[in-house]
């Protein structure tokens, strides 16, 4: 079992859509200023080289940061659009954050000294995977196992608008299904819903952005 230390920053909702500008000039809202938009916040990320390069970023724009046995990694919003950033954690490295102690005050600190120099190795836009409303409403009318059967699984609900939180790669969405449910005795949420048709689905937020596609599962 690998040892896993979690830091969520921060909740994300990736709004959709951008907002027009009233003027209708070319760089308020138009595909040319958007165009601009992406190519400027390229340009951030490919300038960021090493963690601790993300580490002198604003707050704000760090939506998850975690350390794993092996790896680092980071979600980051860049001007609306995420992207996940990794580095590799040598053996040595590894051995040295994990021996310090939970409860020394600087422990943040000597963590950050000892990862700063590590070479960033991966960098994914985020934002490309989330998938289309277009898409998501051909689900309409297929089942809840459909749903199982093509990776998705349930983090969460509300029974009483029949809302189930699930999760599909990197991001939750919100699934609503036609008709009632009942909790099963052993908390399982995918039986819940295996036999429910989906009545719309939409997008929510970021999910599991800092571990999905780097831990083996």
Known sequence: MKRIMF???AAVILLAGCGAGSTGSPAAGSS?????????????VDNLKTIGDIKQLDDDMVREEAYFEDFYACVIDVDGTLYRLAAELPEDVSK????????DEDRDEKVNELM???????????????????ELDKLVGKTGQDLLD???????????????WMYKDP????????????????????????DLKVKSVTYSSLGNGCEWGLIEE
Do not use: C, H
Not at 119 to 126: C, G, H, L, Q, S
């Open 32 to 44: 040319q200023g958007k165009a601009s938009g992406q190519e400027a916040g390229k340009d951030i």
């Open 7 to 9: 830091f969520l920053l």
């Open 171 to 194: 991001f939750m969405y919100t699934v609503v299904f036609e008709g009632t449910a009942e909790p099963t005795e052993d908390g399982d949420d995918n039986e819940m819903i295996k």
């Open 150 to 164: 093509d990776g998705w699984y349930s983090g969460g609900y509300n029974l009483e608008n029949m809302e189930f």
């Open 96 to 103: 040295q954050i994990w021996s310090i102690d939970f409860e």
């Open 116 to 134: 700063k120099s590590l070479e960033i190795t991966r960098k994914d836009n985020f934002s490309e995977l989330i998938i289309p409303q277009e």
